[in-house]
């Protein structure tokens, strides 16, 4: 297992024909070599899973996975009201080309590509505690 820094850009759709590299998140899950989240190096270092959002003409957001309810989200403050929620989170395998839809607060879903999967500088492979 090691700590990979995933980032997602904004594909295509009806209001981003081309998709767009300035709408996106990038953020940090420990992934096995399946490339599916590893729940049990999340559970024993939650604060490593970090999310910045970046969203031309919005800036930009920090925060950080969370599993409530078993629904998993990025949150960017206390408390649910704006989270949003990650469609088929554990399900999914985060490598390149791949897609993954993610809920906006007010609803709104977006799709977004994985455009690169990379080694987290500094945290490379942890061993288990």
Not at 23 to 43: I, K, T
Not at 63 to 78: C, D, K, M, Q, R
Not at 80 to 103: C, K, Q, W
């Amino acid at each position: 297992m090691a700590w990979m820094r995933v980032r997602l850009e904004l594909a295509r759709g009806p209001s981003f024909p081309e998709g767009s590299h300035r709408h996106g998140y990038e953020f940090v899950l420990p992934l096995p070599p399946d490339g599916r989240l590893d729940r049990h190096a999340y559970g024993r270092a939650p604060e490593l899973c970090t999310v910045h959002r970046f969203w031309e003409g919005r800036g930009d957001f920090v925060g950080e996975l969370v599993h409530i309810n078993g629904t998993w989200a990025f949150s960017y403050a206390p408390g649910p009201a704006d989270d949003e929620p990650i469609v088929h989170f554990t399900h999914h395998a985060f490598r390149e080309g791949e897609y993954l839809s993610i809920r906006e607060p007010d609803g709104a879903e977006h799709t977004f590509q994985i455009v690169r999967v990379e080694p987290v500088p500094g945290l490379g492979k942890r061993r288990p505690a």
